[in-house]
T-cell receptor
Framework: AQSVTQLGSHVSVSEGALVLLRCNYS??????LFWYVQYPNQGLQLLLK??????LVKGINGFEAEFKKSETSFHLTKPSAHMSDAAEYFC???????????FGTGTSLTVIP | GAVVSQHPSRVICKSGTSVKIECRSL??????MFWYRQFPKQSLMLMAT?????????EQGVEKDKFLINHASLTLSTLTVTSAHPEDSSFYIC???????????FGSGTQLSVL
């Protein structure tokens, strides 16, 4: 069985501050892990993904995430927040390429000027 | 990269009417497509798995007679919300599975508002 827990449904950071969005997963097989961003009234945009290669994954818009098997975590970070980063972020897990996704409940990121 | 087209992006309908949402894989064949639903401020929940040429597999709690899924070709799956009610108002997203390499691609979503 697969599941994802995102701690913190709302996160606020000041512009220029570090962004840290938490994701913990549960999986009975080696997981594939994803972070998606969703802007208001829009679809999902893939930020980055982990597919059993390098544990530190770099994505678009300056985001990165580190897969830590011992902690069953895949936290998303960005060194310096921009106003344009304000959005909803979803962590997702799947069993392998092309398998269905299981999404976390999402974290709403607010960036304060 | 592979593209999945979902149409319409936004639809407003009257209560009691039916709405059809299309999900097309534009440059690959998708034997499997997934339909998700997202309520405001909530996560995406899998509704059903659509397999080309066979009946869809619905998740627990999803009414198959209300949410009709047809996957008649390798590039098209449709979700029809029958006799829509205001509580069906939601954001619906499809994803299509490419086989070579195996990967999921998401549509851009459909915002359904039932008045």
């Amino acid at each position: 069985a697969q599941s994802v827990t995102q701690l913190g449904s709302h996160v606020s950071v000041s512009e220029g501050a570090l962004v840290l969005l938490r994701c913990n997963y549960s999986s009975s097989v080696p997981p594939y892990l994803f972070w998606y961003v969703q802007y208001p009234n829009q679809g999902l945009q893939l930020l980055l993904k982990y597919t059993s290669a390098a544990t530190l994954v770099k994505g678009i818009n300056g985001f990165e995430a580190e897969f830590k098997k011992s902690e069953t975590s895949f936290h998303l970070t960005k060194p310096s927040a921009h106003m344009s980063d304000a959005a909803e972020y979803f962590c997702a897990v799947s069993e392998g390429p092309g398998n269905q996704f299981y999404f976390g409940t999402g974290t709403s990121l607010t960036v304060i000027p | 990269g592979a593209v999945v087209s979902q149409h319409p992006s936004r639809v407003i309908c009257k209560s009691g009417t039916s709405v059809k949402i299309e999900c097309r894989s534009l440059d690959f064949q998708a034997t499997t497509m997934f339909w998700y639903r997202q309520f405001p401020k909530q996560s995406l929940m899998l509704m059903a798995t659509s397999n080309e040429g066979s009946k869809a597999t619905y998740e627990q709690g999803v009414e198959k007679d209300k949410f009709l899924i047809n996957h008649a070709s390798l590039t098209l799956s449709t979700l029809t919300v029958t006799s829509a009610h205001p509580e069906d108002s939601s954001f619906y997203i499809c994803s299509a599975r490419a086989n070579a390499p195996k990967k999921l691609f998401f549509g851009s979503g459909t915002q359904l508002s039932v008045l």
